[in-house]
């Protein structure tokens, strides 16, 4: 009687007005701790000194790229289950690729293309808020890529709004109910693409505040339109100039929607890019990437003070996520005499499928090909009745004897297999309906080559760190470097809202 009469009830934790979910592209931690003299004070600074934050952060599967890596942070589950296995696949029944929000039902606004979240499998942290305030919850989302916006809006949201990189005008899909007037005049009168259709990136600071290493000169770079004037050639979305224009259509939706301003805890998603500028192969003393997280910085203080004066921070539940994973450059190897080499995925597939004709008898047995996977013939298997898994392990035994291929993986293995840590990685990531029936692994060093001249990366498995932060009133200000599952925040945020977690979340919230 004496414990149970010392116990006091324990408040629950403030209900957000508004979950402000910003996902940046491609932000790495050590970026972010490296160039922290270039920083003010409102920024990342403000963030690693009031904020919860984890250092490293991981995606708990393999081949991530953005969309794969949205939708596991939306929906805290992987590719194997939410389907997203990248911003593209190969279509089985086309045998065309597919990007994965294009939807042919649906129409768009400022856009010729046809979009929706019908790809993903599974509820978002999103969709659950909509369910729970049975609809009245207020969900956008912002990014400079229509995947981003998609995924962040998910199946229930009011609006998704994404940059037309051919006209510089914020366009949308008819899928989501809400596309406002007042987005028709900031298209007529201040999009992107009028005001910045002649713009110029040049560094920040003068050259001296950027690091070089011994021996390198600080030479100031210019990146600018080509051209007449075209918008198209800025390549606005893979520059830090993108940020503020994120952040200026924001704080419009805050001015316009009524976002956050009742006690129904709302949800605003937005993506920034971090990325290298046209996957230029700059490493981290490079003067673009310093100058990019100077940018950003600049870009998360005025975020931040917009939010504040706007909604009140302490109305705020603030998360800023990475999308984990990093776009590669092609680097001079032969300057360097690093060991490596060109794969082609076409000449692959090409020497395959005379191996299983001269194995098998005549037939097309490899029917499509895409981004280091290869799909074959189903229908001509079954009619020659052979075994599907025994045709798949032959084809994977003669492929891992290329020059360049570290391991294939069939998809008999990969379902049925025995398991280990590197192929769980791999399973998670793969898709049975969507992925192909090889999954070719290609040794670090190795450039993968695209005949339809598409841009070309040098693999590298090194591991990128890769941050999670979280802002809000009640949460403890620390840093934490032991790795999280970057899935872990759908959760933590829906106990945050005090809502469900998406239905294919199996993940633990963090401890806040």
């Known amino acids: 009687m004496l414990t149970f009469g010392s116990m ?28 922290a003299p270039l920083y003010g004070e409102k920024g990342f600074r403000r963030l690693m000194r009031e904020g919860k934050v984890f250092a490293n952060a991981e995606m708990p599967f393999a081949g991530v790229d953005r969309a794969s890596a949205l939708a596991a942070l939306y929906t805290g589950s992987t590719p194997a289950v939410n389907g997203i296995i990248g911003e593209s696949w ?55 890529f229509r995947e981003a916006a998609v995924l962040g809006a998910g199946h229930a949201g009011n609006g998704a709004f994404w940059l037309n990189e051919q006209t510089g005008k914020w366009c949308g899909t008819t899928y989501y109910q809400d596309f406002p007037y007042w987005l028709d005049e900031v298209n007529s009168k201040d999009a992107p693409g009028i005001r ?37 050639n800025h390549k606005l979305t893979f520059t830090p100039l993108i940020n503020d224009e994120v952040n200026r259509l924001a704080e419009t939706l805050l001015d316009k929607s009524g976002i956050g301003r009742d006690q129904v805890p709302d949800f605003l998603s937005l993506t920034y890019y971090a990325g290298p500028y046209n996957l230029l192969p700059t490493g981290t003393q490079a003067m673009e990437m310093q100058d990019i997280y100077a940018r950003l910085d600049g870009s998360l203080a005025r975020l931040l003070d917009m939010l504040e004066q706007k909604i009140g921070l302490q109305n705020i539940l603030f998360c800023v996520a990475s999308t984990g994973y990093v776009d590669n450059g092609i680097p001079d190897h032969s300057l360097y005499r690093i060991p490596g080499g060109e794969f082609y995925l076409n000449r692959c597939a090409t020497l395959l499928n005379m191996f299983l004709m001269a194995t098998y008898g005549e037939g097309q047995y490899v029917e499509a090909y895409y981004d280091q996977q290869i799909y074959l013939n189903h229908k001509l298997i079954e009619d020659k009745q052979l075994n599907l898994a025994d045709v798949q392990e032959k084809a994977a035994g003669f492929l891992v004897q290329f020059s360049g291929v570290n391991e294939v993986y069939s998809a008999n293995r990969l379902l049925l297999g ?37 841009v070309q990366q040098t693999v590298r498995a090194a591991n990128v760190p890769t941050p999670l932060i979280l802002l809000g009133t009640g949460i403890s200000a620390e840093t934490i470097r032991i790795p999280v599952n970057a899935t872990r925040i ?11 977690a998406p239905n294919a979340c199996t993940e633990a919230s963090l401890d806040l």
């Open 8 to 35: 006091q009830a324990q408040p629950l934790p403030v209900l957000p007005r508004l979950v402000v979910m910003l996902t940046i592209d491609q932000l790495r931690t050590d970026y972010v701790e490296d160039f």
């Open 90 to 144: 190969m279509d089985a029944q086309t045998l065309r690729p597919v990007n994965c929000v294009d939807d042919p039902k649906f129409m768009g606004n400022y856009t010729n293309e046809s979009t929706s979240p019908a790809k993903l499998l599974t509820s978002t942290l999103a969709d659950e808020l909509r369910i729970a305030t049975d609809n009245r919850a207020l969900v956008y989302a912002i990014a400079p």
């Open 196 to 232: 910045l259709k002649n713009a110029v990136w040049t560094p920040l600071y003068s050259p001296e505040r950027y690091t070089c290493l011994p021996g390198e000169t600080k030479e100031a770079f210019k990146y600018k339109s080509t051209g007449k004037g075209n918008y198209q």
């Open 418 to 454: 025995s398991w280990s840590p590197k192929t769980d990685l791999i399973r998670k990531g793969f898709h049975r309906q969507r992925s192909g029936d090889l999954l070719i692994e290609i040794l670090p060093g190795w450039t993968l080559m695209h005949e339809d001249g598409s």
């Open 490 to 500: 759908a959760p933590t945020l829906s106990g945050a809202m005090r809502i469900r």
